[in-house]
């Protein structure tokens, strides 16, 4: 039985997300030939002040902010 995981941002409606998981279970249909019955999706959804890319909040990014100062160096 084939699972896939998807994370995004919350705030997608069920209508993506049903549209989403029907493309899935169909591109899992034709590529390893798993019946749609057993194709499980499920979908996590993270808020963006709990996801970060490049040491930037997302929640960061969407309000403007400035970029994270770089961390110094460790020291060997």
Known sequence: MPTIRVELFEGRTLDQKRALAQALTEATVRSIGAS????DVVFTEVARHNWATGGQLWSDKAAG???????????D
């Open 65 to 75: 902010a400035p970029p994270a100062p770089e961390a110094a160096p460790l020291a």
């Open 36 to 39: 749609p019955e057993s194709v």
